[in-house]
Antibody
Framework: QLRLQESGSGLVRPAQTLSLTCAVS??????????WTWIRQTPSKGLEWIGE???????YYNPSLKSRLSITLDASKNHFSLNLTSVTAADTAVYFC???????????????WGQGTLVTVSS | DIVLTQSPATLSLSPGERATLSCRAS??????LAWYQQKPGRAPRLLIY???NRATGIPARFSGSGSGTDFTLTISSLEPDDFAIYYC?????FGPGTRVDIK
């Protein structure tokens, strides 16, 4: 059974970089047909797709975050990571990693999720 | 960009009743839509994908339907475990959710 587990700093200072890693077990990040995805959730904006990376290491980012965002994949460690620079209080959220099931039309659904980790941006 | 609207925002029902949740897309992209259930402190759980296919382990009381821009999640007879928030999703956009609470 696929399992995903987020880890990283729970408190980030404004203007600093938010860094999270998602460890994958029961499957490999090198598998084709899947996207390795970051999603965040806030009370005000709900569920927000952040971005995703594929086994070939192509990435696809939310346009609203693209200038600050980097998602990378490390097949040797079977994990993928999120870096979000220049954070503000608006980036405070619960961050989830998930595996997306892709079809040929670029549709996706998210069957496997990590438990989520709260990241607070505050001085 | 797609905007998903869910209605009602809150649905107050009793166990055993039928729940009908609506999701409307701002445009027709294609007809692939997913539904999720989320409980407090938990990640969303995939219920339905591709409009009407139940995900692994999802009970038959959950069903999805619709086409074009209008989609429906139906829970035929609410169990106590079903009181939660439900989200629809199309492409990389999620709806705002419908809360199903106990009347």
């Amino acid at each position: 059974q696929l399992r995903l587990q987020e880890s990283g700093s729970g408190l980030v200072r404004p203007a600093q970089t938010l860094s999270l890693t998602c460890a994958v077990s029961g499957g490999t990040v090198g598998s084709a047909g899947y996207s390795w995805t970051w999603i965040r959730q806030t009370p005000s904006k709900g569920l927000e797709w952040i971005g995703e990376i594929y086994h070939g290491e192509s990435t696809y980012y939310n346009p609203s975050l693209k200038s600050r965002l980097s998602i990378t994949l490390d097949a040797s460690k079977n994990h993928f990571s999120l870096n979000l620079t220049s954070v503000t209080a608006a980036d405070t959220a619960v961050y989830f990693c998930a595996r997306g099931n892709l079809n040929d039309d670029n549709d996706v659904d998210f069957e496997s999720w990590g438990q989520g980790t709260l990241v607070t941006v505050s001085s | 960009d797609i905007v998903l609207t869910q209605s009602p925002a809150t649905l107050s029902l009793s166990p055993g009743e039928r729940a009908t949740l609506s999701c409307r897309a701002s445009q027709t992209v294609n007809s692939y839509l997913a539904w999720y259930q989320q409980k407090p402190g938990r990640a969303p759980r995939l219920l339905i994908y591709d409009i009407s296919n139940r995900a692994t382990g999802i009970p038959a009381r959950f069903s999805g339907s619709g086409s074009g821009t209008d989609f429906t999640l139906t829970i035929s007879s609410l169990e106590p475990d079903d009181f939660a928030i439900y989200y629809c999703q199309q492409r990389r956009t999620f709806g705002p959710g419908t809360r199903v609470d106990i009347k």
